[in-house]
């Protein structure tokens, strides 16, 4: 089978098959974890990993997620080259990719043509298989032509394998080798599978409040886990919002940050779900 063009947003997704060499990286940061039974355990390094898990997955999910797929704000060239960078040291690909990809799955939400739906595909293909073929290797660039114009960050995308490693190696200089697997390897692990918990896990359990006409649903443990991004029955019904928990119990921690940069103008534009659009709740029929 040939691999998708670049251009392409219609390809039928590939085969269920591992490319074992490929995959090789992913599984060692796996692997690597297991090494914390030779480092043992201490507060200190499990505050490390939560440090390290909490400030990428947000970096993932205001960067990668709410500014990069879908626009929801609006901040400088420089700020978005640093958040780039920074939810590059996830080690989950590129900027381009990332948004790529997480624009297309909203096109064909839990449709033929959507590459990790539950519905579609089941839960292991959507969780982690659809990531260990070759078939989405590409980045789509046709998808993110408002960001192919900064050389920047096609840069980074080329090299994304970069990010991931000084980030590493940072860690590594300053709390040495049981700080490189509880802060790198433990944290990327926990950060890999929360992220992809919202493609598998948030299609198939939790709450439905819109008609968003595909499974996604709401979870509040991974709303806590991913800092928000678990609402994504109301992420579904309104794409561009840049909160996604839209009750004041709804805990949105990426909101919260960028409420925080907004008062010093670091962004701005934030775009929140209108009322309507918020209060228009319908009742499932099963």
Not at 67 to 88: E, I, N, P
Request: proline content about 4%; overall charge positive.
């Amino acid at each position: 089978m040939t691999r998708p063009s670049g251009d392409s947003i219609s390809a039928q997704p590939g085969p269920e098959t591992i490319q074992w060499a490929t995959a090789i990286p992913f599984f060692l940061v796996h692997l690597m974890s297991l090494w914390a039974f030779k480092t043992g355990i201490s507060l200190e390094l499990v505050v490390l990993a939560l440090a390290s898990y909490y400030l990428r997955m947000l970096a993932i999910t205001a960067g990668y997620h709410r500014y990069f797929s879908h626009r929801s704000y609006k901040t400088s060239r420089v700020f978005q080259f640093l958040l780039a960078v920074l939810a590059m040291t996830s080690a989950q690909k590129g900027v381009l990719w990332w948004a790529a990809h997480h624009r297309h799955h909203h096109k064909h939400s839990d449709q033929a043509l959507d590459r990790h739906s539950p519905v579609q595909r089941g839960f292991w293909y959507s969780h982690v298989g659809w990531l260990l073929t070759n078939e989405y290797d590409e980045t789509e660039f046709a998808i993110v032509k408002d960001l192919v114009k900064y050389p920047e960050l096609r840069l980074l995308n080329r090299f994304h394998y970069v990010p991931p490693f000084l980030y590493a190696l940072l860690i590594y200089a300053i709390w040495g080798f049981p700080g490189l697997i509880w802060g790198f390897f433990i944290s990327t692990t926990v950060l890999y599978h929360c992220t992809f918990f919202i493609n598998s896990l948030t299609h198939i359990i939790g709450r439905v409040r819109y008609d968003s006409r595909d499974g996604s649903r709401n979870s509040f443990i991974l709303a806590i886990l991913c800092c928000g991004e678990g609402w994504h029955n109301n992420h579904h019904y309104y794409q561009s919002s840049v909160n996604q928990g839209w009750r004041w119990w709804e805990i949105d921690f990426s909101y919260y940050l960028l409420i925080l940069l907004s008062w010093f103008r670091i962004v701005w534009d934030l775009r929140t779900v209108p009322d309507h659009i918020r209060d228009n709740t319908y009742a499932p029929s099963s």
